[in-house]
């Protein structure tokens, strides 16, 4: 497309972001759409695999990364109850070469602060909550909660699994509850009394499984993530509070080494887990999805944020190839619906480095070199 086209990028999480910087370098004009008054650090851990690290290399943040986050020493799966472990993949110079890039767990909000140093000053608009597009032919009208509006040539909508973008293509739709919850806890680890654990590990349950993760290289700041069976959920609730002796409660019976790291957490939090039923839909005319507002997914493979930053780079190579929006997105979907398909598929199934994993396929993908499909084989218009 040409330089000149305005680019409307609604959501500033993951995704928006490094798309805006992707665009940006491109030489595109993009102006990023954030619904929050102001990034805050809330919210909690996040693992990013080789695979989408590679994609900030490129934007120049990868020391940024290393310095803010921690590259684990190994990603260890272990039994529930005797503590054994069923797998255990090394991160080391060797799998970083392997892989192409390294292994990091970060807090989010760090890993935000870091994608937000590529952008020129004014890209990105707080408080800019969206009510609506119309289309007017040639050009999109974005209306905003505030009374602000705007005009762009095209609109990606990487506003998150309940996106306002997604619903002026597909309608509107809940997310979809899974039957179950993540009670989850972000804590210094001065709390644990110098108790040692590894620097990423999943423990994995008969229904439920929890993950304990460093995300510093300090070793400062412990996250705890779980995923527990529940019946039902008020999913427009949201996040509500939760108490250590309830996140005991639901792991108490799990090997003690766990259990001696639950016992020091705190600010306990519940969040419903929901995705969205696979829908291959990613695009109309001049707008389009990427990330959850597009291919939600489950948590489990703790993949939904390399996905959305794979999205980024892909849609960028496509709208910087081609000359029109129809054929910029046909290539786009064309190249990642397969992928992301999978990538939910395991997602669900939850087994994902469960045991003996080939996970060269997901590691060494670049999605900045990857063959991009040809848009003719993209679904029907």
């Given at each position: 497309m040409d330089l000149g086209t305005r680019i409307a990028v609604v959501g500033a999480g993951l995704g928006g972001l490094t798309l805006a910087g992707l665009l940006q370098e491109q030489g595109f004009t993009v102006t990023l759409y954030e619904q929050s008054d102001a990034f805050s650090r809330i919210g909690a851990g996040?693992?990013?695999?080789?695979?989408?690290?590679?994609?900030?290399?490129?934007?120049?943040?990868?020391?940024?990364?290393?310095?803010?986050?921690?590259?684990?020493?190994?990603?260890?799966?272990?039994?529930?109850?005797?503590?054994?472990?069923?797998?255990?993949?090394?991160?080391?110079?060797?799998?970083?070469?392997?892989?192409?890039?390294?292994?990091?767990?970060?807090?989010?909000?760090?890993?935000?602060?870091?994608?937000?140093?590529?952008?020129?000053?004014?890209?990105?608009?707080?408080?800019?909550?969206?009510?609506?597009?119309?289309?007017?032919?040639?050009?999109?009208?974005l209306r905003f909660a505030n009374g602000a509006t705007a005009e762009a040539d095209i609109v990606i909508g990487a506003d998150g699994i309940r996106s306002r973008v997604r619903e002026t293509i597909l309608g509107s739709e809940e997310p979809r509850y899974t039957g179950r919850i993540a009670p989850r806890a972000v804590f210094p680890s001065a709390q644990m009394d110098r108790l040692a654990i590894r620097d990423c590990t999943k423990w994995w349950g008969p229904d439920r499984h929890i993950l304990t993760y460093y995300m510093t290289k300090r070793r400062d700041e412990v996250y705890v993530m779980g995923a527990t069976p529940a019946p039902g959920w008020d999913v427009e609730q949201g996040v509500v509070e939760g108490s250590r002796d309830d996140f005991l409660e639901t792991f108490g019976h799990f090997h003690a080494d766990l259990v001696s790291v639950i016992e020091k957490a705190s600010n306990v939090t519940i969040w419903p887990i929901c995705d969205?039923?696979?829908?291959?839909?990613?695009?109309?005319?001049?707008?389009?999805?990427?990330?959850?507002?597009?291919?939600?997914?489950?948590?489990?493979?703790?993949?939904?944020?390399?996905?959305?930053?794979?999205?980024?780079?892909?849609?960028?190579?496509?709208?910087?190839r081609y000359g029109d929006p129809k054929s910029a997105f046909g290539a786009y979907e064309a190249t990642r619906i397969q992928r992301v398909g999978e990538v939910q598929r395991i997602s669900i199934e939850n087994s994902w480095m469960h045991g003996p994993t080939d996970v060269d396929w997901f590691f060494c993908y670049d999605p900045c070199t990857a063959e991009l499909a040809d848009p003719a084989t993209a679904r029907p218009a």
């Amino acid at each position: 497309m040409d330089l000149g086209t305005r680019i409307a990028v609604v959501g500033a999480g993951l995704g928006g972001l490094t798309l805006a910087g992707l665009l940006q370098e491109q030489g595109f004009t993009v102006t990023l759409y954030e619904q929050s008054d102001a990034f805050s650090r809330i919210g909690a851990g996040i693992i990013l695999s080789a695979n989408p690290v590679k994609v900030l290399q490129r934007l120049g943040l990868e020391a940024g990364l290393v310095a803010r986050g921690i590259k684990p020493d190994a990603y260890v799966s272990r039994q529930w109850d005797s503590g054994e472990t069923l797998y255990e993949i090394l991160f080391d110079e060797a799998s970083e070469e392997r892989y192409g890039a390294p292994y990091l767990n970060v807090h989010r909000a760090d890993l935000h602060d870091v994608l937000q140093q590529p952008l020129q000053p004014g890209t990105l608009r707080f408080a800019h909550q969206l009510e609506g597009i119309e289309d007017r032919g040639e050009t999109l009208l974005l209306r905003f909660a505030n009374g602000a509006t705007a005009e762009a040539d095209i609109v990606i909508g990487a506003d998150g699994i309940r996106s306002r973008v997604r619903e002026t293509i597909l309608g509107s739709e809940e997310p979809r509850y899974t039957g179950r919850i993540a009670p989850r806890a972000v804590f210094p680890s001065a709390q644990m009394d110098r108790l040692a654990i590894r620097d990423c590990t999943k423990w994995w349950g008969p229904d439920r499984h929890i993950l304990t993760y460093y995300m510093t290289k300090r070793r400062d700041e412990v996250y705890v993530m779980g995923a527990t069976p529940a019946p039902g959920w008020d999913v427009e609730q949201g996040v509500v509070e939760g108490s250590r002796d309830d996140f005991l409660e639901t792991f108490g019976h799990f090997h003690a080494d766990l259990v001696s790291v639950i016992e020091k957490a705190s600010n306990v939090t519940i969040w419903p887990i929901c995705d969205r039923p696979r829908n291959d839909r990613w695009s109309d005319r001049r707008i389009a999805l990427l990330g959850d507002a597009c291919h939600a997914m489950r948590p489990y493979m703790a993949a939904g944020g390399a996905m959305a930053i794979e999205d980024a780079a892909i849609l960028t190579r496509c709208i910087a190839r081609y000359g029109d929006p129809k054929s910029a997105f046909g290539a786009y979907e064309a190249t990642r619906i397969q992928r992301v398909g999978e990538v939910q598929r395991i997602s669900i199934e939850n087994s994902w480095m469960h045991g003996p994993t080939d996970v060269d396929w997901f590691f060494c993908y670049d999605p900045c070199t990857a063959e991009l499909a040809d848009p003719a084989t993209a679904r029907p218009a």
